[in-house]
């Protein structure tokens, strides 16, 4: 399966857009990638997936890069409850189960 | 609706001794998964069941089975627990036919916090 790398850490301050990168550089065709977030003492939460092109919601947009060896997650407008670790996980097609892999994730520090 | 739900939030067990997590989804979602997140590491996943009546290992399934009881529900053995079983177990579902984007949203329980000793 192919693997991601984030970093462990990352610190912003509140109101200003963060980006979070991933590295994936052995992502296949049919790999969609996926970003999960999990707040302190919670189960993990859903936050964005794509395969090509960038894509948006009410969340966070997520750009991939040309190659698609590399993505970021942008928070537009980080808030102190966007203080999280956020999960880049590559899943194999969208057919049937999700057996998502998770790394260590990169731990967001919002500072007020 | 609930969402993913879970019992117990909380449990220490001694060694040797067998309990069962349980979790139920209200969502009418075909899959669901059991996954162990360990102290400052990521979700690692156990067993899952992609629809009502099968049930898969996953990345870690040794010391534990699962019961796809029915579409709601689905629970995990451990018969024998063991110090190494200490962990935060989270249960998730998932449904592949849900319209637009949410087909590729896994919904997370908010876990039951395990202490082997």
């Known amino acids: 399966d192919a693997k991601t790398t984030q970093p462990n850490s990352m610190e912003s301050n509140e109101e200003e857009p963060v980006h979070l990168p991933c590295n994936h550089s052995?992502?296949?065709?049919?790999?969609?990638i996926h970003w999960y977030r999990q707040l302190p003492s919670q189960g993990p939460e859903y936050v964005i997936h794509g395969l090509t092109s960038n894509v948006n919601n009410r969340m966070a947009s997520l750009a991939i890069a040309e190659d698609r060896k590399s993505s970021t997650l942008i928070l537009h407008r980080a808030t102190l409850r966007d203080a999280a670790v956020y999960y880049c996980i590559l899943r194999r097609g969208i057919q049937g189960a999700q057996k998502l892999v998770f790394g260590q994730g990169t731990r967001l520090t919002i500072n007020p | 609706n609930a969402g993913v739900t879970q019992t117990p939030k909380f449990q220490v067990l001694k060694t040797g001794q067998s309990m069962t997590l349980q979790c139920a989804q209200d969502?009418?979602?075909?899959?669901m998964y059991w996954y162990r997140q360990d102290p400052g590491m990521g979700l690692r996943l156990i067993y899952y069941s992609a629809s009502e009546g099968t049930t898969d290992k996953g990345e870690v399934p040794n010391g534990y089975n699962v019961s796809r009881l029915n579409k709601r529900e689905f629970s995990l053995r451990l018969e024998s627990a063991a110090p190494s079983q200490t962990s935060v177990y989270f249960c998730?579902?998932?449904?592949?036919?849900?319209?637009?984007?949410?087909?590729?949203?896994?919904?997370f329980g908010p876990g039951t916090r395990l202490t082997v000793l």
């Open positions: 998730a579902s998932s449904d592949p036919t849900l319209p637009g984007g949410r087909l590729n949203e896994q919904f």
């Open positions: 052995t992502i296949s065709g049919t790999d969609y």
């Open positions: 969502m009418n979602h075909n899959s």
